[in-house]
């Protein structure tokens, strides 16, 4: 007969077997529980993020401007080519920097009630246009409207200290007409030639990082050509040639990065193409390489690296490469020829010849003259060039003459492309001249990037 447990001993172990399995099925009902609220958190979460507000980045916009997300979230998406960000001002809250396609969330739930301003971070885009405003908190249901109000209500009560506000650029840029320049440094200086045995031109440039002054106050590492003997400048030494002439452009690369030529436009051997792994080896920090080819004209051409072109071009690489003066229509004289170089990138910029507004300089011409103007687009993106009340007479594209001339408001300048016309000073006054593109030439701070004047005495 086996050892005897007692009903006391065996009704003990009973209790604690059942114990146990109670714990176990209290712990897999917390855990039935758990997942089911993370579950449902999940999808309060993914119902959240899918009401979240919509907002785009553009070249150079926040769409829409006015933000009230009802929920405090904003899904924001890069529609356009170029990095940009979303930050709000005075506070740490941003999103990544976005590339075109990219997206993210900013949860903005955090921040008191109350207007705040949003901006894209990224150097010269909040100049650009890149700015709105966001309301936390809007009440009574009508999210957007009450926004909108808000807004308005900003406006009005500071309506006139932002005239004035937007009034100082133009007072700088008038102040020029009297003291000259208000940056340093000038860009297209002619360069002259130097003439050697056999009657080549040779031109002798250097390229590199220089400070540059894009506007009062704002210097920038540009990337630049200059004479062997003088200071590099954006955009760089203007050089103009005849037909027939032996040319010789000699490029001591003093840059911490390879480099080479490319001649816009310009007609030349292959081997002087500039086109560093395909037509010649890259000039590297420290060499130096001399292209070499006689000039066919009239061209209107540029000269530019073609070697990590994305940055050093933008940030001040380029110049202005002319052959030949066009031909002009039977009567007309022309009393001064202006090169305008188009820029939107880079340190550089949104800028007319290296400077951006009020930097800019003014075409001054006497009433009666005729002015002849080469657009030379070195930048990313298109730019509708609109100069007021006085007609633009095309008389070339790519420097190739236009058996019929034709007068245009607003000539539509593409990357890479170059623009011959003549303007008639014939009426008397200040003629405002930009891009018309309009967030490449105003902001929040009054007229900035690609503006000048075309002042006719």
Known sequence: MGPRIDDEQGFGLTTVLFTLIAVVCAFAALAVAAAAMSSSNDA??????????????????INPADLAPANGLLKVAND?????????KGEDLTTPDLKGGESATLDVSGLDHGTYAVFCSIPGHAEAGMKGVLTVGATGGHGAMTAGTASEDALLKTSDADDERMKEPVTAFVGQLTDGPNTEGIGNPPMEPKILADGTKQFDLVARIIDWEVEPGKTVR???????DGEPSVPGPLIKVSSGDKVRVVLDNQLPQSTSIHFHGIDVPNKMDGVPDVTQEPIKPGERFAYEFVAKGPAVGMYHSHHHAEHQVPDGLLGAFLIDDLPVPAGVTVSQR???????????????????????????????????????????QIHPMHLHGLPQLVIAKDGFPLAQPVSMDTVNVAPGERYSVLVNASLPGVWAWHCHILNHAESDDGMFGMVTTFIVQ
């Open 222 to 228: 540009a990337w630049a050509y200059g004479p062997a």
């Open 44 to 61: 309060k979460d993914a119902a959240k993020a899918a009401s979240a507000t919509a907002v785009s980045l553009t070249e150079f916009r």
């Open 338 to 380: 202006i090169p305008m170089v188009l820029n939107d990138a880079g340190v550089i910029g949104l800028s007319l010849n290296g400077k951006s507004f009020p930097a800019t300089l003014p075409t001054i011409a006497k009433q009666g003259e005729w002015v002849l103007i080469d657009y030379f687009n070195e930048g990313l």
């Open 80 to 88: 356009g080519s170029v990095v940009h960000n979303l930050a709000v």
